[in-house]
């Protein structure tokens, strides 16, 4: 009896009993700091970090809980049942989490987009942003959905009908490539008698919605651990997601924690590399880190010997060949100059403008020229001292210098970097005139091509994918959790770095485009040996059959669900891609490149469906020059039959330029 | 540590590539001392955010990546070995680690290759390391689907130390 009461009395006083050391004075914000922020033996506070530049915000302001509480239990929110600890929650679903009690979402993450009006979106504090952030491209997802439901005709049409959870635009005015309403991409359950559009659905819905700030992520990856809502940017993770924090409470074992727990605009590349080393790749290219699969024949490549993103070590090369001087895959200038993507994306292109949109084209508005200038002019600001994007953006970060010039001060580091601008640059060289300047007949490349068009140094492009979904297994929804039959997996059949096609962007302007979906599909179902013929794992406890077999998309209005859309590669380059990478030389032996560059095919990735008919990848045009695959982006075109024509008719030197011969298609 | 029969040969194999102690920057000059004062042992599992033990017998989920490949995660908690320094996982005094998946009769199906990879030391003393991709060398899942294999680790550190350890599982395909 005496044991069992003094273990009672021990647990009486761990439950009432505030944290040890000295004394800690009454705090005008929170007691929660007696515990996270605790004086030392010097009576100085140490432990958590203010969460918050420039203000001082209470613990309670954001997590909610019980500030004038002296016991954890007392101050903490209560943990909610069913939900063990708030690493489950850090890993759940966005349909999940819309059951977690508000008040706990807020405890976990006062920033997560279901609770961010009463938070970081408060009238007085960023409350516009919190009008926008939540319809967002980012948040949405919409932009990955869309197009593969366009390509095997689910819709009709490019716009985002769908994303990870319904919303509706209040203020919808018609704006282009927006919609009204959108709701929640929910595939079917899969059978034997399931459709080809059934199936992409599937793979959507259990394969992509990784990447959204409507939820954490399932932060079960290295490289990928993130926050939600606001915080998915503002609050950082390291690539293993351990917290560094002082916090004596804080659990420094276990992903996923921020490194600390402070909120911040100078997001590093790193952090939006959580999500966007996946899609275009553009995390990853800025950096200049290409993708393996498929070199191991390259005999010199240098590989990152990490892990990161679900990829081994080996995954990751930064260099092809590592015996020469050359980097085949060199990082964006930008980069190379210290600069991170937050120092150009900002404001609307992250937040959105409210507008719930399908594609990156309508709501990133920065260009190139918003710093650079055109040939004819430079950038100026405007009459208040503000510059701002062709869209009307302010660039916060862009003022005039120390020097009398353009600077953009970096937000990573507030390192000032001068502003070329192109006006100011004249080589004086034949190749720069006929590149930057005007002819006789007023025509120049400045006027209707965008600068990355050629300032591009490489750009990874996989072409060819093989998506198996199999109901052998099943497959865990991103989007509410559950698990149904239907384990998706995929093939890439060939990552290079030289596919460089030209396509018409929303603007009107040639731009670079990506190979995107070129998908083959196939379905497996269950298989009964002793009734039916088996085609998979025949010789397994689980036997099954093959309802698709690398099947072809195709589009409503009859065109082959091949995906092409524009892409920017973010591997900026003050040198520009050979002239006859466009245009034909003398001898015209570079006949296969330009055909590569307009679309008319070169025949280089090739790959046949389930029957036999073989595919050119890199075909995107007929003989009339018309779209023959769908268009990922509204808005977005081929290169225009007349302007390819006229593409055709200057000779330019031979750069010395060839495309890597790939190797036949072999089946994975 | 459970011993197989495959740990002797993953010891071997392992001490051709240890060596002995290479130049480093980081090492506390009592780091092999320290390291020692506890029997070395290794105790493999996997997961690839928390460690997860594995018994014999246990089923062993293959996992397919977004690219293609397949792979398990290998995960495995240490003692008595120096483990190495977070702040710079490149370097060479960092422990060396092997994980490696076999078939019954020796086939290497899966193998990490010889990874330099610092051990995370936990606030309460155990030391660690999660959610390494060991890559399989299949095609298809059902080359390997409910096959009896065993998983293998082993650690080298700076000071020369080795551990092995190892579990026969049935991979199965994940849900």
């Not at chain 2, 920057?25 to 928390?50: I, K, R, V, Y």
Request: proline residues 7%; glycine residues 10%.
């Amino acid at each position: 009896m005496h044991i069992i009461a003094l273990l009672l009395a021990v647990i009486a006083l761990a439950l009432v009993s505030g944290c040890p050391g000295p004394e800690q004075p009454a705090d005008p914000r929170s007691s929660c700091r007696r515990c996270h922020q605790p004086l030392d033996e010097a009576g100085d506070a140490g432990g958590l970090l203010e969460s918050h530049a420039f203000t001082v915000i209470a613990c309670v302001d954001c997590h909610g809980g019980d500030g004038t509480a002296q016991t954890k239990v007392a101050a903490h929110v209560v943990v909610p049942v069913g939900i063990e600890d708030p690493t489950q929650v850090r890993g759940m679903s966005s349909v999940e989490l819309d059951t977690v009690p508000l008040e706990y979402v807020r405890w976990v993450n006062p920033s997560d987009y279901r609770v961010s009006g009463q938070t970081c979106g408060k009238t007085e504090c960023h409350e516009a942003r919190n009008q926008t952030a939540p319809s967002s491209i980012m948040t949405t997802m919409a932009g990955h959905f869309n197009k593969p439901r366009y390509y095997v005709g689910r819709q009709t049409t490019r716009d985002p009908e769908q994303g990870v959870r319904d919303q509706h635009d209040d203020s919808f005015d018609g704006a282009a490539s927006a919609v009204e309403d959108m709701t929640t991409l929910r595939a079917p359950d899969l059978n034997a008698d399931s459709s080809l559009a059934d199936v992409v659905d599937k793979y959507l819905e259990d394969g992509c919605p990784r990447c959204h700030v409507w939820n954490f992520g399932p932060n079960d990856t290295v490289g990928d651990f993130r926050s939600s809502g606001c915080a998915g940017c503002h609050m950082l993770y390291a690539n293993d997601g351990l917290s560094r924090s002082a916090d004596p409470n804080a659990n420094v074992d276990d992903p996923p924690h921020p490194i600390n727990h402070r909120l911040t605009v100078a997001i590093p590349d790193s952090q939006c590399e959580h999500c966007h080393y996946r899609g275009n790749r553009i995390g990853t290219m800025y950096r200049g880190v290409r993708e393996a699969a498929r070199i191991a024949e390259l005999p010199n490549i240098h590989a990152l010997d990490e892990s990161l993103h679900g990829r081994p070590s080996g995954f990751f090369v930064d260099d092809e060949d590592s015996t020469n001087s050359v980097d085949e895959t060199p990082p964006d200038v930008h980069q190379q100059a210290g600069m991170g993507c937050v120092d150009c994306h900002s404001g609307v292109d992250v937040h959105g403008d409210g507008n719930l949109y399908g594609a990156h084209d309508n709501q990133v508005g920065v260009e190139c020229i918003d710093c650079h200038g055109t040939e004819d002019a430079v950038v100026a600001p405007d009459p208040g001292g503000v510059f701002r994007t062709s869209r009307g953006e302010m660039m916060r970060n862009v003022r005039v210098g120390d020097a009398g010039v353009p600077v953009m001060v970096s937000r990573l580091d507030g390192v000032q970097h001068p502003l070329t601008q192109i006006a100011d640059v004249d080589l004086g060289t034949p190749e720069y005139d006929a590149t930057h300047g005007r002819d006789a007949s007023g025509f120049s490349h400045l006027d209707s091509m965008e600068c990355y068009a050629c300032h591009t140094a490489w750009t990874q492009s996989c072409p060819g994918c093989h998506v198996t979904v199999d109901l052998r297994s099943n497959g865990r929804s991103l989007i509410d959790g559950t698990e149904t039959p239907g384990r998706t997996g995929g093939t890439s059949n060939w990552v290079v770095t030289d596919y460089f096609a030209l396509g018409m962007g929303v603007d009107g302007m040639l731009t670079p485009m990506a190979p995107q979906e070129k998908m083959f599909i196939t379905m497996v179902v269950p298989c009964d040996p002793a009734t039916e013929t088996c085609t998979d794992g025949v010789d397994t406890p689980a036997p099954g059959r093959r309802i698709f077999d690398q099947v072809v998309r195709h589009t409503t209005d009859g065109r082959l669900g091949f995906g092409f859309a524009p892409v920017v590669p973010h591997t900026t380059s003050s040198t520009s891609v050979p002239c006859d990478r466009c245009h034909l030389r003398d001898d015209e032996s570079n006949r296969n490149i330009v055909n590569e560059t307009l679309g008319i095919g070169s025949g280089r990735f090739q790959i046949p469906d389930g029957e036999g008919t073989m595919y050119d990848l890199t075909q995107v045009v007929d003989d009339a020059g018309v779209a023959t695959v769908g268009l990922g982006h509204q808005g977005t075109g081929v290169v225009p039959p007349d302007v390819a024509a006229r593409v055709l008719v200057p000779r330019v030197p031979n750069s010395g330029l060839t495309l890597r011969d790939v190797g036949p298609w072999t089946a994975p | 540590m459970t011993q197989h029969a495959i740990a002797p040969l993953l010891l071997a194999s392992t001490l051709l590539f240890a060596g002995c102690p290479q130049d480093s920057n980081n090492p506390p000059a009592d780091a092999c001392e320290q390291a020692a004062l506890e029997a070395p042992s290794a105790n493999l599992g996997t997961g690839s955010t928390l460690f997860a033990a594995l018994d014999d017998g246990d089923d062993l989920e293959v996992h397919q990546g977004a690219q293609g490949g397949f792979h398990v995660w290998g995960t495995v908690r240490v003692a008595g070995l120096y483990a190495g320094d977070r702040d710079h996982p490149s370097d060479p005094s960092n422990p060396e680690v092997v994980f490696q998946v076999m078939t019954t009769d020796g086939t290497v199906v899966g193998d990490t290759g010889s990874l330099l990879r610092p051990l995370k030391v936990r606030s309460d003393g155990q030391v660690e390391l999660v959610g390494e991709i060991v890559p399989l060398f299949i095609g298809s899942i059902d080359e390997v689907a409910f096959q009896q294999v065993t998983l293998a680790v082993s650690i080298t550190d700076f000071c020369g130390t080795t551990v092995v350890d190892s579990r026969m599982v049935r991979l199965i395909p994940s849900t």
